[in-house]
């Protein structure tokens, strides 16, 4: 069915990259997300991917899809204090036209 | 542009009463989707809703129901309350269903 998978944890030291993985099953999905979730707030959308291309970049966000293995993730440049959050991967290939949420990454940020 | 609006956003009930939460789209945008999030099962789809008409309904009980109005606002009721009902009522709002936007969610504690 369908599944968006992503490791639980990580911790970066400031001025670091960061680099959250996450792999999906359905290989439908037009489009795939990344969201930002802070301490007490909604989801933050960060970017998202066609699925036709292999990578975006946006500011210090770089995005890499890799199709055939069914694997997404997003590099964070240069990470802040303020990029602690917890990060979301989704997909749009819900049966009833949904995202498709992964469990989430937390981001820990050390100075 | 004003972002996604949701109210209330915390809410104390005991169990048995019924709730109901109210989303505002962004300005334009005709698509409502609401999702539950809870520690235990992530992010999961409730319904979503285009120009009044629910267009797709994820896998929840019938106690949970929703309408949307000629402005597109939003609301989401829950009847019968439970202790498991206990999570961030999340909204999102979409002008053509690519991008998502979140508002920051309706914390729903039941006692």
């Known amino acids: 069915g369908e599944d968006v998978e992503q490791s639980l944890f990580l911790s970066v030291r400031e001025g670091d990259s960061s680099v959250i993985n996450c792999t999906y099953t359905d290989s439908s999905s037009t489009y795939l997300y990344w969201y930002k979730q802070e301490p007490g707030a909604g989801l933050q959308l960060l970017t998202y991917i066609f699925s036709n291309m292999d990578m975006k970049q946006d500011q210090r966000l770089t995005v890499l899809l890799n199709k055939k293995d069914k694997h997404l993730s997003l590099r964070i440049a240069d990470t802040q204090t303020g990029d602690s959050a917890i990060y979301f991967c989704?997909?749009?290939?819900?049966?009833?036209?949904?995202?498709?949420f992964g469990k989430g990454t937390k981001l820990s940020v050390k100075p | 542009k004003a972002g996604v609006t949701q109210t209330p956003r915390y809410l104390i009930k005991t169990r048995g009463q019924q709730v109901t939460l109210s989303c505002s789209p962004i300005?334009?945008?005709?698509?409502v989707s609401w999702y539950q999030q809870t520690p235990g099962q992530g992010l999961q789809f409730l319904f979503e809703?285009?120009?009044?008409?629910?267009?797709n309904k994820g896998n929840f009980p019938g106690r949970f129901s929703g309408r949307q109005f000629s402005n597109s606002r939003s609301e989401m009721n829950v009847s019968t309350l439970e202790l498991g009902d206990s999570a961030l009522y999340l909204c999102?709002?979409?002008?053509?269903?690519?991008?998502?936007?979140f508002g920051p969610g309706t914390r729903l504690t039941v006692l």
């Open positions: 999102a709002s979409s002008l053509q269903g690519r991008e998502q936007f």
């Open positions: 300005s334009g945008h005709r698509s």
């Open positions: 989704a997909e749009s290939g819900g049966s009833q036209g949904n995202l498709i």
């Open positions: 809703y285009f120009s009044e008409t629910q267009r």
